[in-house]
């Protein structure tokens, strides 16, 4: 089974608490907590390159800070992240700008956003 990643966007202060608290509790480690953004993972035995890890989430991390005006984001990024570590898995040098990389991220991040007004429409 792969690891498990969670980005949130937006968070007020209380939630960012009871998010912090839910995480600690269901074992994630939250590998970024500041400004309203947490991104956390569970892991879940899996051998993978902490290297390309560690880029991706920096990259995560970076896009995640120009969305602040789309309000509160849950985003489940297993899929995503476990794929873009599949494909880069052989690569030795890899860039943060790869669009192996950001594409994906910011496909998902931006279905997300659309998703979102698309309830909020229907409300």
Same mark, same amino acid.
Request: net charge positive.
């Given at each position: =089974?792969?690891?498990?990643?969670? *980005?949130?966007?937006?968070?007020?202060? +209380? =939630?960012?608490?009871?998010?912090?608290?839910?995480?600690?509790?269901?074992?994630?480690?939250?590998?970024?907590?500041?400004?309203?953004?947490?991104?956390?993972?569970? &892991?879940?035995?899996?051998?993978?390159?902490?290297?390309?890890?560690? *880029? %991706?989430?920096?990259?995560?991390?970076? =896009?995640?800070?120009?969305?602040?005006?789309?309000?509160? *984001?849950?985003?489940? *990024? &297993?899929?995503?992240?476990?794929? %873009?570590?599949?494909? %880069?898995?052989?690569?030795?040098?890899?860039?943060i700008a790869d669009k192996r990389i950001t594409w994906p991220i910011?496909? +998902?991040?931006?279905?997300?956003?659309?998703?979102?007004?698309?309830?909020?429409?229907?409300?």
């Amino acid at each position: =089974m792969k690891n498990k990643y969670k *980005l949130l966007i937006n968070l007020s202060g +209380e =939630m960012k608490k009871i998010y912090e608290k839910s995480y600690k509790e269901e074992k994630y480690d939250l590998l970024v907590n500041e400004d309203g953004i947490i991104i956390a993972k569970k &892991t879940n035995g899996d051998n993978i390159n902490i290297e390309h890890e560690e *880029l %991706i989430i920096r990259t995560l991390s970076s =896009m995640a800070k120009k969305y602040t005006k789309v309000g509160f *984001l849950y985003i489940d *990024l &297993t899929k995503v992240i476990n794929s %873009i570590l599949d494909n %880069i898995e052989n690569d030795e040098e890899i860039r943060i700008a790869d669009k192996r990389i950001t594409w994906p991220i910011r496909q +998902e991040i931006t279905k997300k956003i659309v998703d979102k007004s698309k309830k909020a429409s229907f409300d």
